[in-house]
């Protein structure tokens, strides 16, 4: 017993956590990238700017049938574990990966998911636009996965994608990385067009948001120390733990082709969380 209890001590979520959610909230207010948050909000504008000039030339289903026409060059499997990448479930799955070694991270997505929620569902209330398979006819386009009917404007998995992409960007000052990340986050974005779930101005306009969302939850999150103390930090945790149990339990988002890819990746998180969490502080800390 007295072995146990000794062990139990010296795991990470016991020894080590308090000493790096107090470093990691000091590196992350003093090492502030206002560079890539001005690139970012600039990014967001072009996308918005796009979408606008794409309503006022060819209409809210604009550049529509111009993208989806291209779907049966790949796979259905691609497309529907592309699409599913920006699913909510998935993004906050994959963040475990990153939950130890960057609380901060997690602290950003907490706000930004707030935001962003607010923002979609004030939107999708407000317009309630059909999707593409009630305002098209079914030979007209090409249908990857179950058929959306409404509640299309804006796209929620481009702007969960793009939280995803824009905190990672943040964070991780690699040009190389950054460049790959901002690539992923068009293509998750891309293939809600190419499965039939939105239209182009959808897309734009949600991966815009995301990206703004993400902008005001780092500035947020600088000025709240809430997301670096225990209890919060494991709270957020216990989402992302959620989330990669329910993709284990069949949560497929209506994509079951994208399931098996997405299991592999809520496993793998799972056990990076176990193995970074649960051995003793100096292992991890060494990992």
């Known amino acids: ?41 600039q990014l967001a504008l072009v996308l918005l ?17 111009l993208l989806n026409q291209f779907t049966p060059y ?58 593409p398979p009630v305002a098209l006819l079914t ?47 068009g293509l998750v974005a891309l293939s809600r067009v190419m499965v039939a779930a939105h239209w182009p101005v959808d897309v734009l306009v949600g991966s815009a948001l995301g990206i703004l969302v993400t902008v005001a939850a780092i500035v947020t999150a600088q000025k709240f120390s809430l997301g670096f103390r225990k209890p919060m930090h494991l709270f957020i945790v216990c989402l992302l733990l959620t989330a990669a149990l329910m993709i284990l339990g069949g949560h497929n988002g209506g994509y079951p082709q994208a399931l098996l890819f997405a299991k592999v990746i809520a496993l793998f998180s799972l056990i990076v969380f176990i193995c970074e969490y649960f051995l003793p502080a100096q292992q991890s800390r060494s990992r």
């Open 74 to 131: 790949l796979p259905s499997t691609f497309w529907q574990i592309a699409t599913f990448m920006g699913d909510t479930t998935f993004v906050l799955a994959l963040s475990l990966l990153v939950a130890r070694r960057n609380p901060a991270i997690l602290w950003v997505l907490l706000i930004a998911a707030v935001y962003g929620t607010l923002a979609t569902h004030g939107f999708k209330n407000l317009f309630d636009a059909a999707r």
């Open 49 to 65: 700017g796009t979408a606008l000039l794409l309503w006022l030339i060819a209409g809210y289903h604009g550049a529509f049938h």
């Open 1 to 41: 017993m007295q072995s146990l209890l000794t062990q139990i001590k010296a795991c990470f979520i016991v020894a080590g956590l308090p000493g790096q959610l107090e470093s990691a909230q000091q590196r992350f207010n003093q090492e502030t990238d206002q560079q890539a948050l001005l690139r970012l909000t």
């Open 139 to 185: 030979e007209e386009f090409n249908l990857v996965g179950r058929a959306l009917k409404n509640g299309s404007f804006p796209s929620g998995h481009s702007l969960s994608a793009l939280v995803f992409v824009s905190t990672a960007y943040y964070f991780f000052r690699n040009p190389a990385l950054r460049v790959a990340l901002l690539l992923v986050g």
